[in-house]
């Protein structure tokens, strides 16, 4: 078969090739056309194979985006389970709505403001009182949207996936909705610290400020390409810039707002407040445990290769490794340390375990997720007990959990993932004092004027029946209760 050129110049009779050229010339050129033509069909699928592998990979890159965020969104779920069964049935109805507004507030906040301070432009150089700094912060531009070869490849443009193609390997709309979860989930470990006692608007007020300005600003400092990053700082999935930013801000505002009334009597000794609906918190631990494979396994950031897959698959088994030995690791150590054996502390436990191995979980030895999650565990079972001798009031145990866990988990990737100890010291501190800051600021700022905490009344009836007019158990008979004499 002669190459498609050679076949139109032929049907069209414009060359008489058998009249122009001899029997031994036409062979060769026979030849000739072969080996062109077979060249033409080895070479041409090689470069639609090419192109189609970019496409694929595209494709794959952004469905994992889409389909991991959308598991790491339901983590707002088991948030809600679990604080709702953390605190009394009197107070369930606020926790339901804090929490599908911090998810709406998260959402708005990182669209309109934080991904771009986040990610945009963040390595350019910033002249600040005559000091020369970079890698602080991104674009303080408004609105994220889709790029313009994004746009007029939906518009149906001819060329345009060439150009989508060369610009990442994923749809940037796909990205930004697996980043806008995370600050989702940062921002729901604080609902839980201070619960049945803050005021919902100024709950709300600090949900904006995280959502919007601290989370972003750490994630520029690291995930964005800023200073840390470029020492060196190793923080894959958040155990640091997610977890122990929520953890840092809901010390500040534990610190501020203070204790439940009567949880800490003038003796020394401690109110018990036992979980709710033990049910309910076990059935929201085990919603996070499953986001949590999103969290993570979401965090490779590409599926286009079988090296992504394989090193996903890692980060998956590993995080539920973790889990597991911290759950064992806190029932293992709940008597010594708290005096019982405590379901709540083996719940929080799955908690510590997940929140440790999220800084690395993709080292290739399994059994260093084990150790790393189990220490994790009972890192989070004594600072369980260090709160309550500091008489810091944290109703579901979040401090401990993701602000303490978070530290360890971040300086263990020093142990099996390659991290320099002194530069991981660097992020934990210079994270943990920019984020305690600003929050305790803003928390007092609130205090001193619309206020951070409701009323007595509202809060011995119950936020549900006081703040909203609602109750979450309605067939229930609200008493209001009285503090005893000698109680804080």
């Known amino acids: 078969m002669l190459p498609p050129n050679t076949r139109n110049l032929h049907r069209t009779g414009r060359i008489p090739l058998a009249g122009i050229l001899s029997r031994h010339r036409r062979t060769a050129v026979t030849a000739a056309a072969a080996i062109a033509t077979l060249g033409l069909f080895t070479a041409r699928p090689a470069i639609a194979h090419a192109a ?22 339901w983590m707002c779920a088991g948030f809600t389970m679990l604080e709702s069964g953390s605190v009394r049935t009197k107070n369930s109805s606020m926790i339901c709505l804090k929490n599908i507004g911090i998810y709406s507030i998260a ?31 991104g674009s303080l531009k ?29 749809s940037s709309m796909s990205d930004w909705f697996f980043q806008m979860v995370f600050v989702a989930t ?20 600090v949900t904006l400020a995280l959502s919007a300005l601290i989370y972003p600003v750490v994630g520029a400092w690291t995930w964005g390409g800023g200073w840390l990053t470029e020492m060196g700082f190793q923080d894959f999935a958040g155990s640091t810039i997610v977890h122990s930013t929520g953890g840092w801000v809901a010390l500040a505002g534990m610190m501020v707002i203070g204790p439940r009334l009567g949880k800490f009597r003038r003796d020394g000794s401690i109110r018990p407040t036992p979980p709710s609906n033990i049910l309910v918190v076990t059935l929201g631990v085990f919603i996070l445990w499953l986001g949590w494979f999103g969290f993570n396994g979401g965090s490779q950031l590409a599926l286009g290769s079988a090296g992504d897959a394989i090193a996903m698959s890692l980060v998956l088994v590993n995080t539920n490794l973790a889990a597991a030995a911290g759950v064992m690791a806190a029932l293992a150590f709940s008597r010594p340390i708290l005096g019982r054996m405590d379901l709540f502390a083996g719940l929080n436990g799955a908690i510590a375990g997940l929140v440790a191995i999220t ?21 989070c079972t004594a600072g369980i007990k260090v709160l309550e001798k500091l008489k ?35 992020g934990v501190v210079a994270i943990g004092l920019f984020v305690f800051g600003v929050s305790w600021l803003v928390w007092k700022a609130l205090a001193m004027t619309i206020g951070v905490r409701v009323s007595p009344q509202v809060e011995r009836l119950g936020q549900d029946s006081g703040e909203l007019g609602i109750e979450a158990y309605p067939e229930f008979v609200l008493m209001p209760e009285e503090d005893d004499e000698d109680d804080e």
């Open 107 to 137: 959402g708005l906040a990182f669209f309109f403001v934080g991904y771009n301070l986040m990610y945009v432009d963040v390595g350019r150089e910033l002249s600040i009182l005559g000091l020369d700094f970079k890698g602080l912060f």
């Open 359 to 379: 800084a690395g979980p993709n080292i290739v030895d399994p059994y260093w997720a084990v150790i790393i999650g189990a220490i994790g565990g009972v890192v």
């Open 142 to 170: 408004l609105l994220y949207g889709p790029s313009a070869s994004e746009i007029a490849l939906v518009g149906g443009q001819d060329g345009a996936t060439a150009e989508v193609l060369a610009e990442r390997g994923h």
């Open 392 to 426: 810091l009031d944290d109703v579901v145990g979040a401090v401990p959990a993701h602000l303490f866990t978070g530290i360890w988990g971040t300086l263990a990737v020093c142990i099996a993932a390659g991290g320099s100890l002194g530069v991981q010291l660097i």
């Open 186 to 205: 940062a921002a729901s470990i604080v609902s839980g610290a201070m619960a049945e006692r803050v005021k919902m608007w100024s709950f709300f007020i």
């Open 52 to 73: 189609a592998d970019d496409e694929t990979a595209f494709i794959l890159n952004t469905f994992s985006f889409l389909i991991w965020g959308a598991l790491v969104m």
